[in-house]
């Protein structure tokens, strides 16, 4: 059985640099036309950050107590095989978010000079890009919390296959 690899850093950066590309464009092509930025439009990105880091707090501490196993009160590998999931698909929503939102703002600020409703859009718009980047953040250490640290996996540590 292959080893998940952890989500890489680089790979999210692509990511958000495509959806600022995305974001910008879009702006670009069509902000006049578009409704104006809520304030809280990134809150829905920060209640799933702050799910996920309690999650990554209660997992966190159940495998420091030994308490992940087959037991009755024990948490089962598949609930942090289900976390990890959780957390790989949601650093990449976050990237998503960040840089649609990024790539909206390198639209907005050079406009609020001139543009009324570009200033009012920054303060929805920065928020977004937080929470973006909030969840990422709460997604990479949720799934770093999922990690099973090599003394204590069943096959005693780093396998080496010759």
């Known amino acids: 059985m292959a080893d998940l690899k952890a989500t890489r850093i680089v790979d999210l950066a692509l990511v958000a640099l495509v959806f600022l590309a995305v974001g910008w464009a879009v702006a ?16 829905p990105l920060v209640v799933l950050a702050v799910a996920e880091a309690l999650a990554g707090l ?30 790989k698909a949601s ?3 976050g990237a998503v978010f960040a840089g649609g939102w990024a790539g909206f703002l390198i639209y907005l600020v050079p406009q609020q000079d001139r543009l009324a409703a570009a200033r009012s859009d920054l303060s929805g718009t920065i928020f977004g890009l937080a929470a973006g980047l909030l969840l990422v953040a709460a997604a990479l250490w949720l799934e770093h919390t999922c990690t099973v640290p090599p003394e204590s996996r069943a096959d005693g540590g780093d396998r080496h296959d010759e």
């Open 28 to 43: 670009w092509a069509v902000y006049g036309r578009l409704p104006s930025v809520p304030t809280l439009v990134g809150l």
């Open 58 to 87: 209660f997992i966190r501490r159940r495998v420091a107590e030994g308490e992940v196993g087959a037991g009755l009160h024990d948490l089962s590998p598949l609930t942090i095989a289900r976390a990890v999931v959780l957390a």
């Open 91 to 93: 650093a990449i929503v």
